[in-house]
């Protein structure tokens, strides 16, 4: 378990790459687990904290489809890129650096909804762009592409999993 975080950390350091993880499914579904118990916890401090009604969808279907859609997604880029090889290594390190920045928000972003936004957005303005460096350096690695490419595609897999996302989920 110290080997995983160890090597997640580096990862989040931009020291190591997906390829130092282990390429089984046991890791890779650990960090699926968590990062959808840490989407129920994040939801439900939303829920608590914000009096609007626009949280009309349930938790557990909002934190399934964060984890469906990052999976389909990366599994789509991988194969187009004859990478499937590195599906599961490229998946533990998101989920599993995802799991990291996840708990680095929690706290902030209960602080940022208690204060109505007016500490912690900075924080998580960093955080999400330090979170695109990771997943740029990640898919550098995994598709044997440039950093900028690596960037550049975290952040359109950010939003077209946002807009799809936000398809599935508003209601008329």
């Known amino acids: 378990m110290l080997k995983i975080l160890d090597t997640l950390i580096s990862i989040l350091l931009l020291r190591k790459s997906p390829q130092d993880l282990p390429n089984g499914m046991f890791w890779l579904l650990v960090f699926i687990f968590a990062n959808y118990a840490l989407n129920l916890y994040q939801l439900a401090i939303i829920k608590s904290l914000k009096t609007s009604s626009d949280m009309v969808v349930s938790g557990n279907f909002a934190a399934s489809l964060d984890i469906i859609l990052q ?49 912690g957005g900075g924080l998580l303005l960093a955080l999400m762009a330090w979170s695109f460096a990771v997943k740029g350096n990640i ?28 398809a599935f989920t508003t209601t008329q």
Do not use: C, E, W
């Open 139 to 166: 898919y550098k690695h995994a598709l044997s592409i440039t950093m900028m490419a690596g960037v550049g595609l975290a952040v359109g897999l950010f939003f077209a999993a946002y807009f799809i996302a936000l």
């Open 71 to 119: 999976v389909v997604l990366v599994v789509i880029v991988l194969q187009l890129a004859k990478r499937s090889a590195r599906i599961n290594q490229t998946l533990t390190a998101l989920f599993g650096t995802g799991f990291l920045f996840a708990l680095m928000v929690s706290p902030i972003l209960q602080l940022s909804l208690s204060s109505d936004g007016k500490s």
